[in-house]
């Protein structure tokens, strides 16, 4: 049961390149979260999902698109990226709404 | 004010001392309540949910109360596996909302 796994680890981009970050969870949670977290900072909510093809923005929306065709996965699409997006990216997911959310081990971007 | 706000730290703290931490929450009709502990460049895990009545896991004894708005983690007889990054997290409507979180570091 490997739980929340997220590719890649670790990625630097130039001003104005595209990824996609992944994000894959094997519990059958129904919700889905991608967080960033600047140093020092707290856990901003990007976008979340209540279920494959819902998806509905976080506080920091901006800059970033999801997708969720499937119960197990939830790609985070950065389009033209710029130096405000360096950040560490941690996707989510849980059961329900309300319950403890498990964490992938993150993405760390660098944006150069 | 913010949603949810925790004790600025870090808290330097000896090794062997009992060492408590606040958040405070602005919406009264939140429901639930988390600690979760966040090591150096790791993901946050849950360390306990937090309940009305309370609730205590080892060394560890988390409080809720809800005339004042907030909720409160102690940390008995710390230990140096202790230092760590503390978040708290509510959900006053259908979304988590998380604390900056607190750095604990425990001396020798």
């Known amino acids: 049961n490997a739980g929340v796994t997220q590719t890649p680890k670790f990625r630097i981009l130039k001003i104005g390149q595209s990824m996609t970050l992944q994000c894959t969870q094997d519990m059958n949670h129904n919700y889905m979260y991608w967080y960033r977290q600047d140093p020092g900072m707290g856990l901003k909510l990007i976008y979340y999902?209540?279920?494959?093809?819902?998806?509905d923005k976080g506080e920091v929306p901006n800059g970033y698109n999801v997708s969720r065709s499937t119960t197990e996965d939830f790609p985070l699409r950065l389009e033209l990226a710029a130096p405000s997006q360096t950040s560490v990216y941690f996707c989510a997911s849980t059961r329900g709404g309300k319950e403890t959310q498990y964490f992938g081990p993150g993405t760390r971007l660098l944006v150069l | 004010r913010k949603e949810v706000e925790q004790d600025p730290g870090p808290f330097n703290v000896p090794e062997g001392a009992t060492v408590a931490f606040n958040c405070t929450y602005s919406n009264s009709a939140s429901q639930s309540f988390f600690w979760y502990r966040q090591d150096c460049r790791k993901e946050p895990k849950l360390l306990m949910s937090?309940?009305?009545?309370?609730n205590e896991d080892g060394r560890f004894t988390a409080q809720l109360n809800r005339a004042s708005q907030y909720i409160s983690l102690l940390i008995r007889d710390s230990k140096l596996s202790d230092s760590a990054t503390y978040l708290c997290a509510v959900i006053p409507r259908y979304q988590l909302i998380w604390g900056a979180g607190t750095k604990l570091i425990i001396k020798p």
């Open positions: 937090v309940y009305s009545s309370g």
């Open positions: 999902s209540v279920g494959a093809g819902i998806t």
